[in-house]
């Protein structure tokens, strides 16, 4: 790149307005006097005063002036800081006394020119200072390029680390995506297989009395375990997406915490565990299901990386401002690089697919979500691999307040004696149609909801379990039309669905739903529900 010097100057200082008349033309006629421009100044404050406005290579000074003389006045400009460095050169007799040149030299001068003045050794003189100052200049410009290049190089450096970064937990998301997909393959594979083997050995001939129901108790786990799945994979789609709504209440946490132990007791998930718990009175201002989703995600995260025997701990506390819930075990642990990444999606503490755990590692990505929407904070400790793990939640306390009873829980009364079936899937309808049979119930059925609405006014059945996606009108429609006809008012409507958004819970309410069940429907559940009691009509 081609250097531009700007143009230097010189100044001459000299009373004598001949000689100073002369200097100046012999400095503009020297070779290279392209270079600089030559000021002049004819005595020692006009040149004070030059000085102050003016950046000068080099200065020519006369020794012999009056007033201030060449020495008073190199004195003088080196005094002051802006010119203490310019290079004076002392114009004088060539019969100077050695004594003035000692003064001369203790007074800043590089130099002298000695009259009368040899043009070349004038021009030599003065090309030294002029060709310093211009590498001086062409230096200090390379020095500002180099350092606006290395401000350029080191934006791109920072540039290319935010990239690689970024392409790192691409690639890591990448690998984390590929790992749970074939994580979810294993995990639907495995009760699928399950299912497949138990439905064919009902099927065999000869199969003896005590292995069928064996078989059944197999297809029911395992669905429920395919149930889990999906809806793991459901919540991760709207936690994702944001599209989780929360329908808050005054919920007793702890009470809420004694029913989850005891699902977990019920299915026989704490054989050979002991079981530490310490439930204070506590209550948040939340939603009872997202609620119980907490509790239970973190249970089952403490049995699943704890082999029994071994210890859980479930404690539940409250301070001024927050109801603290920690659960701790002496399980596996948690390695100290893997801690910073608990919360993310997909990330399990053992990715082998052979592991016995299961899962599919979203389970505390999805806490912490309920979690922050319900202002709260959770944390994670584990002093290392082998050394179990403590997880506290904190969520903001509210008073105690009388709670309503759930409508979920609450029991329909009347006959209960007939049931219409409203499904257009004919193996999900056939399979609840028998088991209610079994049950001891008259089962009335409709594969569509202009049927079910024909069916329901003829025979006015105490239950109406009717699917939302069905041909030809939906089941809201269906719910409307019926609660518009007056003598089917008594027929306890009941949604099952696959959509379990709280909005969907609503909406099915607001179409005249007493109940909304999501699929698949937990049988006893059901069967609670529709428990037999004294018809009303």
């Not at 299912?195 to 297809?219: E, F, H, K």
């Not at 659960?327 to 016995?356: C, K, T, Y």
């Not at 009941?494 to 739903?513: C, N, Q, S, V």
């Not at 698949?520 to 037999?532: A, E, H, Q, R």
């Amino acid at each position: 790149m081609e250097i531009s010097v700007p143009i230097l100057k010189i100044l001459v200082i000299n009373d004598d307005q001949a000689s100073l008349l002369a200097l100046r033309a012999l400095l503009e006629v020297a070779e290279g006097q392209d270079r600089y421009q030559v000021l002049t100044a004819a005595s020692g404050k006009e040149a004070l005063r030059l000085v102050l406005r003016h950046d000068f290579v080099v200065i020519l000074c006369d020794v012999n002036m009056p007033e201030m003389d060449g020495f008073e006045t190199a004195e003088a400009i080196r005094s002051r800081p802006r010119s203490a460095e310019i290079p004076i050169i002392f114009v004088t007799a060539f019969a100077t006394d050695e004594l003035d040149r000692i003064k001369g030299y203790e007074q800043g001068a590089f130099d002298f020119v000695f009259t009368p003045i040899v043009p070349e050794i004038l021009a030599a003189k003065v090309g030294i200072f002029v060709t310093l100052a211009m590498k001086n200049a062409e230096l200090r410009r390379r020095e500002r390029e180099l350092r606006l290049r290395a401000d350029q190089l080191t934006a791109m450096n920072e540039r290319l680390n935010v990239e690689m970064t970024e392409r790192r937990k691409v690639e890591r998301q990448s690998g984390a995506r590929d790992e749970f997909l074939a994580m979810l393959g294993h995990e639907l594979r495995n009760p699928l297989s399950a299912i497949n083997s138990a439905a064919s050995i009902i099927g065999l001939p000869g199969v003896s009395a005590t292995v069928r129901p064996r078989a059944m108790d197999i297809i029911n786990r395992q669905t429920r375990h395919l149930s889990r799945i999906v809806d793991d994979l459901l919540d991760l789609s709207r936690a994702v997406s944001g599209n989780i709504f929360l329908s808050k209440t005054q919920v007793n946490f702890s009470a809420l915490a004694v029913n989850t132990l005891e699902t977990f007791r019920s299915t026989g998930r704490f054989e050979r565990y002991s079981l530490d718990t310490q439930l204070d009175e506590s209550w948040v201002n939340g939603d009872p299901t997202r609620l119980e989703q907490i509790l239970s995600n973190l249970v089952d995260n403490a049995l699943k990386y704890t082999q029994a025997p071994g210890r859980i701990s479930l404690v539940i506390q409250c301070d001024d401002h927050d109801v603290i819930l920690r659960v701790s075990d002496n399980g596996v642990g948690i390695a100290a690089e893997l801690l910073p990444h608990v919360f993310e999606f997909f990330v399990q503490g053992d990715a082998v697919l052979e592991r016995a755990n299961g899962g599919l590692g979203v389970g505390l990505s999805l806490v912490r979500r309920l979690i922050e929407m319900h202002d709260g904070e959770i944390r994670v400790e584990s002093a290392g691999v082998g050394k179990g793990t403590t997880v506290e939640v904190r969520l903001p306390r509210c008073e105690p307040v009388k709670i309503a009873p759930d409508q979920s829980q609450v029991s329909f009364s009347g006959n209960q004696q007939t049931v219409l079936l409203i499904e257009d899937n004919g193996d999900s309808r056939e399979m609840m149609a028998e088991i209610l049979r079994a049950h001891g119930y008259a089962v009335l059925e409709a594969a569509d909801g202009i049927e079910g609405c024909r069916v329901a006014k003829d025979h006015l059945p105490n239950f109406a379990l009717i699917d939302i996606g069905l041909p030809g009108i939906d089941g809201y429609e269906v719910a409307k039309r019926l609660r518009g006809f007056e003598a089917a008012k008594g027929v306890q409507l009941i949604a099952l669905t696959g959509y379990g958004l709280e909005e969907d819970k609503a909406r099915a309410l607001a179409a005249g739903f007493d109940l909304h069940l999501v699929k698949p429907v937990d049988i006893n559940y059901l069967l609670g529900i529709l428990t037999p009691a004294q018809s009303t009509r």
